[in-house]
């Protein structure tokens, strides 16, 4: 059983990687391109367009802010969407719950009827968070 154990928990261990990898990549991207769109918007606003003069300048310079903007909102979007934050949040409860069961069998001498009760809870954290084990 703790090979089992073990195996669940490098699996759950591996999704809360990817997903804090995701997390970051996605508010990254939406913070820096928003970042970006406000400040081209403001230099623009205090000295005139950034590519050269005149409407095609002027044109540039929004379309650019305007690529920026939606960069920032598809990359929210897709944040919110996904539910990277809420899964992440559920990947890491489930490490924390199989980490918990995997000590409580490694590290004491339990009875028969003790060891039983912690199979139990090993099935109940498979049974709650399959996503993040199989």
Known sequence: MTKEIQESLSKAQAHVSNLRKTNSRFIYISLIASV?????????????PIVGQGPPAWKWTCGIVAVFTATATVFTGLHKQLTVSERLAK?????????SVQISLENSDL????KNEIIK????????YSEFVS
């Open 121 to 128: 809870e090993y099935k109940k954290v498979i049974e709650i």
């Open 36 to 48: 970006f769109a406000t400040l081209i918007a403001g230099l623009t606003a205090f000295s005139g």
């Open 111 to 114: 009875s028969s009827a003790d």
């Open 91 to 99: 990947a890491t409860e489930c490490v924390g719950k199989l980490k």
